[in-house]
């Protein structure tokens, strides 16, 4: 057995209350044994930082521990080098701490050190990724850990070496966080990424926060308890009121669409109302507009009407004590869903009933499709369908009965047609969107309602629709079809039918 100096010991504290926070019996004399285990493999190692290696898994616990992220997992977190960098095994960690750990690390293992070295050795290690993901999703959820802790201690790297690991993070990362609905560890990836990839920006985009923050210290300071004190008297079941500011990256980007005039962006400062029920919501709506008088066409019911990407909340801009000020109001559940996305969720485990994806939530069911896509031979090819059709944001369209289509953003009628069935795909000749006649290559939104034209005539796709269409089922479909069509073509010519 290991010393453990102070500070270690209270890492270790922290992460063993904070799983006990998810689950009152969990085992913390596991998450010890696991860390002088890792402390003792790892011996006389060194980061590039110069402190002891076992910094990087204990802060990879701990993350994964915040996320709260069940007891495998976390315990995976402190042994996901001892593997590939020690001279301990996936099987010593079998005999130590079991299957599901081992299995765990060994996940880890598959997917190797991601380095960039050219485009194929690239995409080949973006499989194998989304394989085990596909396999154990827990397994990148402790990469997401493990990036961050890296992201934060890039600076010893060189500068090429950084901005290969920040684009990165930002490009494959987050925008899996994001699909997964995570979005604290989403912005916290992007954060760290943007410092290296634009520092001036960055300085600059941070100093915003402060400017605006240090103008807003007041209304801070005020609003929140006259608010407060206005839903208790509505009788509206307020559980907290806090104030917020803009992530330094979603900001950057809004500042790049409103080409750098910071004097646009109104949701810097954002003042964030949790209610217990969805009716609270919308009362509490109604309460901050009688006493700040809302900016026009500034009122966004995201609850009604959720982002793609599955983002729920009420948000209005309001004119407050000569300030613009976002409110942001949202349900305790939803706020805990924005907080730790399907983690929160103990049912990612579909793999123990036989691949059997029945109850897992529905957020991660695009994760069974993965594998699929490993199938691609080209890398190119492979690199397109992954960035449109496995990480971008999805669009909720519905069939004139009702169903719900799940979609990649920028869909089109085309799309919708092959994903109910071929024939209907290969018979479109129009498509109905909310009743009104549009043409196939238009992008669908959420919400819409469509009806596809079908023509009985005619039997097959056009080679246009490929210009257009989304998904990598429509490609498929249609490239097929047309292929099969070319060979007919040709042996009927050679048998002198033609
Ligand atoms: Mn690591």
Not at 53 to 72: C, G, K, R, V
Not at 193 to 210: I, N, Q
Not at 212 to 237: C, R, S
Request: positive net charge; contains cysteine; glycine residues 6%.
């Amino acid at each position: 057995m290991s010393t453990r100096d102070k500070a270690t010991q209270e890492a270790l504290d922290t992460i063993i209350s904070n799983m006990r926070a998810r689950n009152p019996q969990a085992d913390g004399d596991l998450v010890l044994l696991a860390y002088d285990f890792a402390a003792e493999a790892h011996k006389g190692q060194v980061r590039m930082t110069g402190e002891p290696y076992i910094i990087h898994p204990l802060a990879t616990a701990l993350t994964l521990s915040e996320m709260n992220m069940d007891e495998a997992t976390v315990i995976a977190g402190l042994l996901h080098d001892v593997p590939e960098d020690t001279t301990y095994t996936v099987e010593d960690i079998r005999k130590n701490f079991g299957d599901e750990v081992a299995g765990l690390t060994s996940g880890i293992v598959k997917l190797g050190k991601i380095k960039y070295r050219g485009i194929e050795r690239y995409v080949e290690n973006l499989r194998k990724m989304f394989v085990a993901m596909a396999e154990d999703i827990r397994v990148v959820f402790i990469k997401f850990a493990d990036r961050l802790h890296n992201l934060r201690t890039l600076g010893a790297l060189p500068r090429e070496k950084q901005l290969r690991i920040a684009t990165e993070s930002i490009e494959i990362y987050a925008a899996i966080a994001n699909r997964l609905g995570m979005w604290q560890i989403k912005s916290e990836l992007e954060d760290e990424a943007f410092k290296y990839l634009h520092p001036e920006d960055y300085a600059t985009v941070k100093s915003y926060v402060d400017i605006d923050l240090e103008k807003k210290k007041e209304i801070i300071k005020k609003v929140p308890l006259f608010i407060k004190k206005k839903l208790e008297q509505e009788a509206v079941n307020a559980v907290r009121i806090e104030s917020r500011h803009k992530r330094l990256w979603s900001l950057y980007q809004k500042w790049l669409e409103h080409e750098k005039d910071v004097s646009k962006i109104y949701d810097i400062l954002a003042l964030r109302i949790i209610v217990k029920t969805i009716p609270d919501c919308y009362a509490a709506l109604g309460i901050v507009h009688q006493h700040y008088k809302p900016l026009k066409g500034r009122i966004k019911d995201y609850i009604a009407n959720p982002k793609p990407n599955g983002y729920r909340s009420l948000h209005t801009t309001v004119f407050c004590e000569r300030h613009v000020v976002e409110f942001q109001i949202r349900t305790e559940a939803i706020d805990r869903e924005v907080e730790y996305g399907i983690s929160s969720n103990t049912r990612w485990h579909y793999k123990e009933k036989g691949g059997n994806m029945g109850k897992v939530d529905r957020r991660l069911a695009w994760v069974k499709d993965l594998p699929k896509f490993a199938a691609i031979a080209d890398h190119e090819t492979y690199l397109r369908s992954l960035k449109i059709e496995a990480l971008q944001n999805r669009i909720f369209v519905f069939t004139p009965k009702g169903d719900v289509i799940e979609l990649p953003e920028g869909s089109t009628p085309i799309d919708f047609a092959y994903h109910l069935h071929t024939h209907i795909g290969n018979s479109c000749v129009g498509a109905k969107v909310n009743d009104v006649l549009v043409p196939v290559a238009t992008a669908l939104m959420s919400g819409d309602v469509v009806e596809i034209v079908l023509d009985k005539n005619r039997t097959l796709p056009s080679s246009d629709w490929l210009k257009f269409v989304k998904t990598t089922t429509a490609r498929s479909k249609i490239k097929g079809i047309l292929k099969r069509r070319n060979v007919l073509h040709r042996l009927s010519s050679l048998l002198g039918r033609s």
